[in-house]
């Protein structure tokens, strides 16, 4: 604890009185100086424990006094030591009045106590104060170290909040809360997500204060609501990895800051530690993932061990994402990013096995079937594909944009390489339509008439048209209608005459010119399915 004018006061060796202002004795002293300037405000820092001897100050007149200590006090000066028996034998009545009324501690010095005594006296106790701040400091960080060592992160935010008299979380790279010391903050956590993902913007390292704190120190399940909390991000890397939360009542003092970043630095190693086993992870992906592709599973299998968990023994499904070149080239880092974090980071809170590999310009990763990955990933998606539609940003404004993802129907490891192709098909689907995720599911459930919206297919049809529509265009008959008539009712001629109230055999005629015109034969089932699929296309411009 700093020095306080009621440590001084009670100093032996010091004999000090207190003359004005005893109910504010325990204020702490920054500094002890000497002044006789008429006014010193302009050297003041706040905080300090003035002495005199008022060898420059009309001491007795009670209005000069006033104007004195009134400045004082509004520089933040903490206490005034007189010494009499210097220029005045005793203390002048008019400061004792002015100092009272300002509520301004005023201290007696006597004689035979010099100056610099008091000033020892401060210098010492601010120095032994230090010392015991970073002793306790280093006696925390080798608590959090043995916590973090035996207990996880879990361990070393019980010991922090211990610490620092009040809670810690530890956020994912998604701003979920994946810990909290006491039982009870986790509550309190969650209310941050919004101050956590403003943290994650910024480049790290970075921090913020939430709150003011200074309210009665309270710890329970109703949590407390005037706190004050401290964020902070940690990783290395140009995105945070993580954010811990340290809530407490006040100000954190010299030891709990020393707790507090030593907890940081412990965290922050966790973080690139387990970066650089994640790599690793992510090469025995990519082996694993090889050997489903090329029909392999065994081999998977006993590759994968126990790190994928039952991820290859039950349906799962295949994820391809690719980037525009304009946002893979963008400079503003890994445009899969944000995908990743979100697929990895709802698994985890979930508990489930997620493979997740960078396959040159592509991610790939297998999420189980039905799982928190695979809702996270159409989630993220549908917010960027919002986003897109308003001209607004996405989650992580601006890496993603351009981010296409297809989503395969659920697999086995056997089946992988057929979900794997339907994944790109599911992609090149939604590349062409502009869209950002696609199931490969729903493409067999929808029509096939959106696929063919691609240039080329229209081009295709209007120069396979364009003979008929000149004919029609002269007036010479309805080729076109005709032809759609018969090849919607399947080539019978009655109900075909019948849809277009002409005869049959002026039908069969149109036929017979169709056949002329294009110099293909109506019989062969090709042609047909070409000029339906040409009528359908046309006919949704």
Not at 173 to 197: D, K, M, Y
Not at 305 to 333: K, S
Not at 476 to 494: I, K, M, P, T, Y
Request: proline share 5%.
């Amino acid at each position: 604890m700093p020095p306080t004018l009621a440590s001084l006061v009670h100093h032996s060796a010091l004999k000090l009185t207190v003359r004005a202002g005893e109910d504010r004795l325990d204020v702490p002293v920054r500094w002890a100086h000497v002044s006789e300037l008429a006014d010193p405000v302009p050297y003041m820092e706040g905080g300090e424990l003035l002495l005199i001897t008022a060898l420059k100050l009309d001491a007795e007149d009670p209005e000069a006094m006033r104007r004195y200590v009134r400045r004082l006090v509004k520089a933040g000066v903490v206490g005034l030591g007189f010494a009499v028996g210097v220029n005045y034998e005793d203390i002048p009545k008019a400061l004792v009045d002015a100092a009272e009324e300002e509520g301004l501690p005023l201290l007696e010095v006597p004689r035979r106590t010099p100056f610099l005594a008091i000033s020892k006296a401060v210098s010492a106790a601010i120095a032994a104060d230090q010392y015991r701040a970073v002793t306790a400091g280093f006696a925390a960080q080798r608590e959090l170290t043995k916590q973090a060592l035996t207990d996880g992160p879990q361990g070393l935010l019980r010991a922090l909040a211990a610490q620092v008299d009040g809670w810690a979380a530890l956020y994912d790279a998604s701003g979920a809360v994946v810990g909290a010391a006491p039982e009870w903050a986790g509550r309190r956590a969650g209310r941050l997500t919004a101050e956590v993902e403003r943290l994650r913007e910024r480049p790290a390292p970075a921090s913020a204060v939430v709150g003011g704190g200074g309210g009665p120190q309270r710890s329970g399940p109703d949590d407390r609501h005037d706190d004050r909390i401290e964020l902070h991000s940690l990783g290395t890397g140009r995105r945070p990895r993580a954010a811990l939360a340290v809530g407490t009542a006040s100000a954190l003092g010299t030891a709990e800051r020393y707790a507090v970043h030593s907890a940081i630095a412990l965290l922050t190693l966790t973080t690139e530690r387990s970066r650089s086993l994640h790599a690793a992870q992510q090469r025995i992906g990519a082996a694993v993932l090889g050997m489903l592709l090329a029909g392999e599973p065994d081999h998977a299998r006993a590759v994968a061990g126990d790190l994928y968990g039952g991820l290859l023994d039950a349906p799962f499904r295949v994820i391809v994402a690719d980037a525009t070149p304009a946002a893979a080239d963008g400079g503003g880092g890994d445009p899969f990013d944000g995908l990743t974090e979100v697929v990895e980071s709802a698994a985890a809170r979930a508990g489930e096995a997620v493979l997740v590999v960078p396959e040159g310009d592509r991610l790939v990763a297998l999420v189980a079937d039905g799982g928190a990955a695979a809702e996270a990933c159409a989630q993220y998606t549908a917010s960027l594909e919002s986003a897109r539609a308003t001209g607004g940003a996405g989650p992580e404004s601006g890496d993603e944009d351009g981010l296409v993802v297809g989503l395969s129907a659920p697999a086995g490891p056997i089946a992988a390489a057929a979900a794997y192709k339907q994944a790109e098909q599911a992609l090149s689907v939604a590349r062409r339509r502009g869209r950002v995720f696609v199931e490969h599911e729903q493409l067999a459930a929808g029509s096939v008439l959106p696929l063919l919206a691609d240039d080329a297919v229209k081009a295709f049809a209007d120069g396979l048209l364009r003979a008929l529509h000149e004919h029609d265009a002269t007036g010479r008959g309805d080729l076109v209608a005709s032809l759609r008539a018969w090849l919607s009712r399947h080539g019978q001629w009655d109900a075909a005459a019948a849809d277009l109230g002409v005869h049959r055999h002026t039908l069969r005629y149109r036929m017979r010119r169709v056949e002329e015109i294009l110099g293909r034969s109506l019989d062969d089932p090709d042609v047909r399915m070409e000029l339906w699929l040409a009528l359908k296309t046309t006919s949704t411009e």
